[in-house]
Nanobody, 124 residues
Framework: VQLQASGGGLVQPGGSLRLSCTAP????????MGWFRQAPGKEREFVAV??????????SYAASVKGRFTISRDNAKNTVYLQMSNLEPEDTAVYYC????????????????WGQGTQVTVSS
């Protein structure tokens, strides 16, 4: 399964970015789709997940991004988005999209497939 993440870049504090992750239609239909990030020298951490429709389609967020980030799916475009607003320097990281069939898709080890990552840098 190939996941393709894009949309990263350099943004000033307080700015916004939208990340995209394209995946095969069957993957989007059958898997929970999550976003993770990894800052230099730190472990990869959970950011957000959009559960598959068969599991209710609920979304969940890490406390550090709740209220600022929104995850969504566009099944017609085979794409999952991460809309990031009010960005902070602490959000600087490589962001990864991933697909999971695990009942608890909140951990790195819960995910079966990973995209290549896209760099987000928040700096003035």
């Amino acid at each position: 399964v190939q996941l393709q993440a894009s949309g990263g870049g350099l943004v000033q504090p307080g700015g916004s970015l939208r990340l995209s992750c394209t995946a095969p239609e069957r993957t989007l239909r059958s898997y929970h789709m999550g976003w993770f990030r990894q800052a230099p020298g730190k472990e990869r951490e959970f950011v957000a997940v959009a559960k598959r429709s068969g599991s209710g389609g609920a979304t969940s967020y890490a406390a550090s991004v709740k209220g600022r980030f929104t995850i969504s799916r566009d099944n017609a475009k085979n794409t999952v988005y991460l809309q990031m607003s009010n960005l902070e320097p602490e959000d600087t990281a490589v962001y990864y999209c991933a697909a999971s069939v695990n009942v608890s898709p909140y951990y790195v080890h819960s995910y079966n497939y990973w995209g290549q990552g896209t760099q987000v840098t928040v700096s003035s």
